[in-house]
């Protein structure tokens, strides 16, 4: 069985400041896999929390069963997993996964729920209406929707990945309640200037969305340079099947 999260013993806790990947039951596992992806390309730490709902998610949209007791395999399996499916369509070596660290969602003493806890914020992708709904109103009703309360109220970055069409009355009115808050409302809303041949494009895409919100350097997507006809032209060659790296200064 593994450990719930890395033996970290040898590191130095007052250096390690990652950032706090929340998952949701929403719709959009593939969002949160390139998210995760481009933060450990990038050198980022990642503190990773899995909602209950999201696990079923999971397992309707790729057949993978996230498991507390595997979280290491059964991770690297799915990020290892292409937005259309296929497996090993991204090279991720469990040396790679060595900085992350997984806190069940019933944890409620975990780490990253005391604002002591060093982190650099928190990006929720995909967020699901209900996780919307108990971050706006402050439920904490498990790990998630806590450490989102916590990020918000020591004023730290809050990335709120929203993944729903169409959105009701009550929905904008917490989204509303979140950007008042503090935090950044990014609708899962790919675009396609950005040369899109490829289902793991639009998926890129948000991601890189996220990242940029975050200020995490990646390469997940063309950038918008003001010119025109661009948008036809192939993103990348052989569709999504690559692996993301940050930008070089």
Sequence with gaps: MEPPHNNTSKQDPGRRRPWVVGISGASGTPYAASVLRALLAAGEPVDLIVSRASRLTL????????RDAHWRTDLREWLALGADGKPEAFPVTQERLADVRYWPAGDLAAGPSSGSYPVKGMLIVPA???????????LSKDL??????VTLKERRPLVVTVRETPLNGPTLKHLVALDEAGAVVLPASPAFYAGATHIQDLVDFVAGRVLDAAGVPH??????????GTGHRPAVAGGGAKEEAPETP
């Design 219 to 228: 390469r997940l997507y063309r950038r918008w340079e003001g010119e025109l």
């Design 128 to 138: 699901s209406t209900a996780c919307v709904a108990g971050v706006a109103l402050g």
């Design 144 to 149: 998630l929707q806590r450490v989102a309360s």
């Design 59 to 66: 397992m309707d949209e790729t057949g993978i069963a996230f």
